[in-house]
């Protein structure tokens, strides 16, 4: 059982490029979510989905784009990487509350 | 609105009890949560509480939430150095299966 997994680990970006952070899971959760976590200001929640078919803005979309073609999955799209985009960013995943959400290890995001 | 608030850092002596205090704004919150987020990791699950309860324990933890005062916090008991960490508390907007954190308490614990 992996859990939530998140690949890659670590990237560097050139402002203006695109990439995608995936994000698996293998517990049948029906909940997903994406945060950014920053220096001094916790987590902050990007985009999140409570079904396949389903997803919802956060606190600081703006920037990112996420789908959620099978329940496994649910990747990060960054349209155009700007250095404000420099961040840790955490998939997390939930099948029911009194659980919480369990996350994964996270990716190492620079923009340069 | 949705918004919780915790002061940023905490010192204590090992083997004193450690109290670690959460703000939160949106009382339709079901469930409250701390976590706990050692250098480098990612995010682990300490513990919860259910919003018609007072009080949670879990063996050194203890969990107090004051719903008036939209007050949670978090008792560590015997606190040791593997308890150095920075430690999260998130409320759960009720019906909508999200997260919102506060910014983090870090511990630090020394002899």
């Known amino acids: 059982n992996a859990g939530v997994t998140q690949t890659p680990k670590f990237q560097v970006l050139k402002t203006g490029q695109s990439m995608t952070l995936q994000c698996a899971q293998d517990?049948?959760?029906?909940?997903m979510s994406w945060y950014r976590q920053d220096p001094g200001m916790g987590l902050r929640l990007i985009h999140y989905?409570?079904?396949?078919?389903?997803?919802d803005q956060g606190e600081v979309p703006n920037g990112y784009n996420v789908s959620r073609s099978t329940t496994e999955d649910f990747p990060l799209r960054l349209l155009s990487a700007a250095p404000s985009q420099t961040s840790v960013y955490f998939c997390?995943?939930?099948?029911?509350?009194?659980?919480?959400?369990?996350f994964g290890s996270g990716t190492r995001l620079t923009v340069v | 609105g949705e918004d919780v608030e915790q002061s940023l850092f905490l010192s204590v002596r090992e083997g004193d009890s450690s109290v670690i205090n959460c703000t939160y704004t949106?009382?339709?919150?079901?469930?409250l949560y701390w976590y706990k987020q050692e250098p480098g990791a990612g995010l682990q699950l300490l513990t919860y509480?259910?919003?018609?309860?007072d009080m949670k324990q879990d063996q050194r933890l203890t969990v107090l939430l004051n719903k008036k005062d939209k007050h949670l916090s978090l008792r560590i008991a015997d606190t040791q150095t593997g308890d150095s960490a920075i430690y999260f508390c998130?409320?759960?907007?009720?019906?909508?299966?999200?997260?919102?954190f506060g910014a983090g308490t870090r511990l630090a614990v020394h002899p």
């Open positions: 509480i259910f919003s018609n309860m």
């Open positions: 997390a995943s939930s099948g029911q509350h009194e659980y919480g959400y369990t």
């Open positions: 998130a409320e759960s907007p009720g019906g909508y299966n999200k997260l919102i």
């Open positions: 517990m049948n959760h029906e909940y």
């Open positions: 989905s409570v079904g396949a078919g389903i997803t």
């Open positions: 949106d009382s339709s919150s079901t469930y």
